[in-house]
T-cell receptor, first 116, second 114 residues
Framework: DVKVTQSSRYLVKRTGEKVFLECVQDMDHENMFWYRQDPGLGLRLIYF???????EKGDIPEGYSVSREKKERFSLILESASTNQTSMYLC???????????????FGPGTRLTVL | AQTVTQSQPEMSVQEAETVTLSCTYD???????LFWYKQPPSRQMILVIRQEAYKQQNATENRFSVNFQKAAKSFSLKISDSQLGDAAMYFC???????????FGQGTRLTINP
């Protein structure tokens, strides 16, 4: 069974803290994505990675960085958390290039981050 | 840049009835794909249905079907014989033919009334 897991379901951090959100997939997928989900805004792409150590900025990368040292793991880093980064964070993966059209993304359960 | 718009923040339907969720998109590309994803309460987002832009035939998956109007840039989702398990947030999404990333709409929260 396809599986994407995220390290925490709920996380509470203080302003200024460095925050790590971890995502692991067991499907040998090439692509991995980090989204932020806010009411009324849908999902917005923060960063994605199409290979180990490769990354591209999404639509809202400011205040975030990512790391992909191994194919199965994609980390989202908030260098100095701020209250406006309080949100639901979703990780996803997909098989990758060469799979043809309609490349399905598989999502993790999400991490609800609160920054106080 | 491509945009996806879901103009219905919330919808409700009686169990066993049919409901249609709306989605419009804006693009100048000819090669693209459209998706509907479902996010049940406290559960993971899953793919409901996909449509390739080059296909004229509307996609169907059991009780779920789409009405793809390419000229109007409209991609609505019809759910027939609604069931309590259909209650969820539904997101419309767009993918350019040469890209891997998705552009999502704002979402529609669907409530099923027993």
């Amino acid at each position: 069974d396809v599986k994407v897991t995220q390290s925490s379901r709920y996380l509470v951090k203080r302003t200024g803290e460095k925050v790590f959100l971890e995502c692991v997939q067991d499907m040998d997928h090439e692509n991995m994505f980090w989204y932020r989900q806010d009411p009324g805004l849908g999902l917005r792409l923060i960063y994605f990675s199409y290979d180990v150590k490769m990354k591209e900025k999404g639509d809202i990368p400011e205040g975030y960085s990512v790391s992909r040292e191994k194919k199965e793991r994609f980390s989202l880093i908030l260098e100095s958390a701020s209250t406006n980064q309080t949100s639901m964070y979703l990780c996803a993966s997909s098989l990758g290039a060469g799979t043809g059209g309609g490349d399905e993304q598989f999502f993790g359960p999400g991490t609800r981050l609160t920054v106080l | 840049a491509q945009t996806v718009t879901q103009s219905q923040p919330e919808m409700s339907v009686q169990e066993a009835e049919t409901v249609t969720l709306s989605c419009t998109y804006d693009t100048s590309e000819s090669d693209y794909y459209l998706f509907w994803y479902k996010q049940p309460p406290s559960r993971q987002m899953i793919l409901v249905i996909r449509q390739e832009a080059y296909k004229q035939q509307n996609a169907t998956e059991n009780r779920f079907s789409v009405n793809f109007q390419k000229a109007a840039k409209s991609f609505s989702l019809k759910i027939s014989d609604s069931q309590l398990g259909d209650a969820a947030m539904y997101f419309c999404a767009y993918r350019s033919g040469g890209a891997q990333k998705l552009v999502f709409g704002q979402g529609t929260r669907l409530t099923i009334n027993p």
